[in-house]
T-cell receptor, first 114, second 114 residues
């Protein structure tokens, strides 16, 4: 099973709301990633977790708060977002963070901030 | 800083044509290069992964080549079909401790007309 699942598929939220995105994989991967992708642009790395510990934060604003409760789950907590945060949020996983490991991507969550 | 460029940005071809998508990168210190396919509003599907020691990889009608010294990769699609219509992204993975970071090109939007 090489599947990464993400929920919800679509999310509309106001600037004062708090919501969470969820990502799950059952491939035994120990590295998980959050990417943000704006329309017609490539994905941009946000966070990397390795063995459930945050290893990379690409200077992401604190209104985005990642959490890795266990090796299969990755959450992204959203609070006080801005309209410019509207994007496709992609989760990925790999066996590890070393360069030789292929990343597998989920279908994404389309987020609209109103 | 690694930069990845994909040419052309968009391509429209009749069904049945063989076609080549190009990817170039500025820093040859890469561990591997990966080609992805992305359908509109969807996640990324990995097509081919080429390690830096390899020259090419094949999967079905797809063939990807890598010339690390010149900083170039090509994705060859044989006998194109309307179902191949999508955006194709290449991404490079650096050597060293930042190996988990993928640097993406901006993609080639392919349309195959019946």
């Amino acid at each position: 099973d090489t599947e990464v699942t993400q929920t919800p598929k679509h999310l509309v939220m106001g600037m004062t709301n708090k919501k969470s995105l969820k990502c799950e994989q059952h491939m035994g991967h120990r590295a998980m990633y959050w990417y943000k992708q704006k329309a017609k642009k490539p994905p941009e790395l946000m966070f990397v977790y390795s063995y459930e510990k945050l290893s990379i934060n690409e200077s992401v604003p604190s209104r985005f708060s990642p959490e890795c409760p266990n090796s299969s789950l990755l959450n992204l907590h959203l609070h006080a977002l801005q309209p410019e945060d509207s994007a496709l949020y992609l989760c990925a996983s790999s066996q590890g963070v070393l360069a030789g490991y292929e990343q597998y991507f989920g279908p994404g969550t389309r987020l609209t901030v109103t | 800083k690694q930069e990845v460029t994909q040419i052309p940005a968009a391509l429209s071809v009749p069904e049945g044509e063989n076609l080549v998508l190009n990817c170039s990168f500025t820093d040859s210190a890469i561990y591997n290069l990966q080609w992805f396919r992305q359908d509109p509003g969807k996640g990324l599907t990995s097509l081919l992964l080429i390690q830096s020691s390899q020259r090419e990889q094949t999967s079905g009608r797809l063939n990807a080549s890598l010339d690390k010294s010149s900083g170039r990769s090509t994705l060859y699609i044989a006998a194109s079909q309307p179902g191949d219509s999508a955006t194709y992204l290449c991404a490079v993975r650096p050597t060293g401790t930042s190996g988990s970071r993928l640097t993406f090109g901006e993609g080639t939007q392919l349309t195959v007309n019946p």
